[in-house]
């Protein structure tokens, strides 16, 4: 069964850049897409990008021009660049597959992003 760690979040000025990296503890190319998600305080968690094996990707209207989701299937790896951070990207960042599975959920990483 595969898990994913997140990290690379942190505390950011508006305006500012994160990448963010998911790690794979097993092999992600057999995964048709996956997708970085984030959940803020008192709100459901969301979709904000998707990216199928092939690299064809998906962004929320929200962070459209800003993020860009990435995957390394050698690396296991999929990052998530985001530029001109904006207060309403605080969230905890969660990757998994798109759509979902329950049992992929890790512990994700904070980006918090304020002056």
């Known amino acids: 069964q595969v898990q994913f760690v997140e990290s690379g979040g942190g505390l950011v000025q508006p305006g500012g850049s994160l990448r963010l990296s998911c790690a794979a503890s097993?092999?992600?190319?057999?995964?048709?897409?996956m997708g970085w998600y984030r959940q803020a305080p008192g709100k459901q968690r969301e979709l904000v990008a998707r990216i199928t094996r092939g690299g064809s990707t998906i962004y929320a209207d929200s962070v459209k021009g800003r993020f860009t989701i990435s995957r390394d299937n050698a690396k296991n790896t999929v990052y998530l660049q985001m530029n001109g951070l904006k207060p309403d990207d605080t969230a905890v960042y969660y990757c998994?597959?798109?759509?979902?599975?329950?049992?992929?959920w890790g512990q994700g990483t904070q980006v918090t992003v304020s002056s």
């Open positions: 998994n597959s798109a759509p979902s599975v329950a049992a992929y």
């Open positions: 097993g092999s992600i190319f057999s995964i048709y897409a």
